[in-house]
């Protein structure tokens, strides 16, 4: 089967599986009940990432995998803003979203991408989002895990990244 004839059936497969679970939203009481409605909107952001990255698998093409996974983690944040109502974590939660491209470009390599993508700069992002959500999320009073101690962070980063300066190049 070529690429062509599997995107089609690929396409074909999401329509019918979207419009079946649509119906069965619409129809079946219990089916509605099992999502509620004002906190169902990030499921559909997370429903076209999983599209992305079904249709990147079978038509041979993972490089929308890094697409893909930035949906889903957003959809993710927004599924938790949505459901506690903590909307001002916003102001640390953006710095995530890097890593989610990180980790897709990541995916996206495992899976025989053959585009620039590498295993290094996906954990490169990776890293520097984490180290941006630490700080951010410290600043604005979402981790209070660290304490008054959270400019350590800042400290290991730059020391890292001097280290990694200093001993290998390239």
Same mark, same amino acid.
């Given at each position: 089967?070529?690429?062509?004839?599997?995107?089609?059936?690929?396409?074909?497969?999401?329509?019918?599986?979207?419009?079946?679970?649509?119906?069965?939203?619409?129809?079946? *009481?219990?089916?509605?009940?099992?999502?509620?409605?004002?906190?169902?909107?990030?499921?559909?952001?997370?429903?076209?990432?999983?599209?992305?990255?079904?249709?990147?698998?079978?038509?041979?093409?993972?490089?929308?995998?890094? *697409?893909?996974?930035?949906?889903?983690?957003?959809?993710?944040?927004?599924?938790?803003?949505?459901?506690?109502?903590?909307?001002?974590?916003?102001?640390?939660?953006?710095?995530?979203?890097?890593?989610?491209?990180?980790?897709?470009?990541?995916?996206?390599?495992?899976?025989?991408?053959?585009?620039?993508?590498?295993?290094?700069?996906?954990?490169?992002?990776?890293?520097?989002?984490?180290?941006?959500?630490?700080?951010?999320?410290?600043?604005?009073?979402?981790?209070?895990?660290?304490? *008054?101690?959270? *400019?350590?962070?800042?400290?290991?980063?730059?020391?890292?990244?001097?280290?990694?300066?200093?001993?290998?190049?390239?």
């Amino acid at each position: 089967m070529n690429s062509e004839s599997r995107s089609r059936l690929t396409m074909g497969l999401i329509l019918i599986g979207m419009g079946v679970l649509i119906l069965a939203y619409r129809l079946v *009481p219990d089916f509605k009940s099992l999502i509620q409605e004002n906190f169902a909107w990030p499921l559909f952001i997370a429903a076209f990432g999983v599209l992305l990255f079904f249709i990147g698998i079978t038509t041979g093409n993972p490089d929308l995998t890094a *697409p893909a996974v930035f949906f889903m983690g957003l959809s993710g944040i927004l599924y938790w803003q949505n459901s506690t109502g903590n909307w001002g974590s916003w102001g640390y939660t953006w710095t995530l979203l890097p890593g989610f491209i990180g980790l897709g470009q990541v995916i996206a390599k495992l899976l025989g991408s053959h585009e620039t993508y590498k295993i290094e700069n996906g954990l490169k992002a990776i890293f520097t989002s984490v180290v941006l959500f630490l700080i951010f999320s410290s600043l604005f009073g979402g981790l209070t895990i660290l304490g *008054p101690y959270w *400019p350590v962070v800042i400290i290991l980063a730059g020391v890292l990244i001097l280290a990694r300066s200093l001993i290998w190049k390239k």
